[in-house]
T-cell receptor, first 111, second 115 residues
Framework: QQQVKQSPQSLIVQKGGIPIINCAYE??????FPWYQQFPGKGPALLIA?????SEKKEGRFTISFNKSAKQFSLHIMDSQPGDSATYFC??????????FGEGTQLTVNP | EPEVTQTPSHQVTQMGQEVILRCVPI?????FYWYRQILGQKVEFLVS????????KSEIFDDQFSVERPDGSNFTLKIRSTKLEDSAMYFC?????????????FGPGTRLTVL
């Protein structure tokens, strides 16, 4: 019940495309849903996060869509750039405790 | 910008040896965490630490693991007798408040290789 399922495992888009990464969870006690970006050899860095009382949050080119009834949330990257090529992890936590991560999506944005 | 630092960046050890991984969290943060990432897999929670004691630990964090804040700046993870399956990237993280919506900032990681 603590799992967060993420898909797809990998994604290739052309520059300017809109990659979409999806996550699903079971634990209804989760109340914080961040997305992390990780470049090779680096630690995960927070990209954007959402709480379940809103259905969408946008920061720059990154948007989280949240569907509480379906227990799903997704990351959209508008106007993707080659510099966005990285591994993206969704995560969830319950009352600020441990982060439970998804399996990760390796995104490649071709020039 | 303040950041979490970790040393060493890479540690190679023999099976059965003890290793200590070191972290310097962001200076005004109060909550500290260790996570690990086996190559090609997801990041997994190990332990959280607040007010000089463990606040939560996962099933991975067995008696072989321990954490300590030996002084006002360092936060360490000790593995008493390393196993081959302990080979992974270990990330330290810290947060200011530990409440929901509070960002956990990750360090660059220590790659542990157990031979």
């Amino acid at each position: 019940q603590q799992q967060v399922k993420q898909s797809p495992q990998s994604l290739i888009v052309q520059k300017g495309g809109i990659p979409i990464i999806n996550c699903a969870y079971e634990n209804t006690a989760f109340d914080y849903f961040p997305w992390y970006q990780q470049f090779p050899g680096k630690g995960p860095a927070l990209l954007i996060a959402i709480r379940p009382d809103v259905s969408e949050k946008k920061e720059g080119r990154f948007t989280i869509s949240f569907n509480k009834s379906a227990k799903q949330f997704s990351l959209h990257i508008m106007d993707s750039q080659p510099g966005d090529s990285a591994t993206y992890f969704c995560a969830a936590s319950d009352r600020g405790s441990r982060l439970t991560f998804g399996e990760g999506t390796q995104l490649t944005v071709n020039p | 910008e303040p950041e979490v630092t970790q040393t060493p960046s890479h540690q190679v050890t023999q099976m059965g040896q003890e290793v200590i991984l070191r972290c310097v969290p962001i200076s005004n943060h109060l909550y500290f965490y260790w996570y690990r990432q086996i190559l090609g897999q997801k990041v997994e929670f190990l332990v959280s630490f607040y007010n000089n004691e463990i606040s939560e630990k996962s099933e991975i964090f067995d008696d072989q693991f321990s954490v300590e804040r030996p002084d006002g700046s360092n936060f360490t993870l000790k593995i008493r007798s390393t196993k081959l399956e302990d080979s992974a990237m270990y990330f330290c993280a810290s947060s200011a408040l530990g409440t929901f919506s509070d960002t956990q900032y990750f360090g660059p990681g220590t790659r542990l290789t157990v031979l």
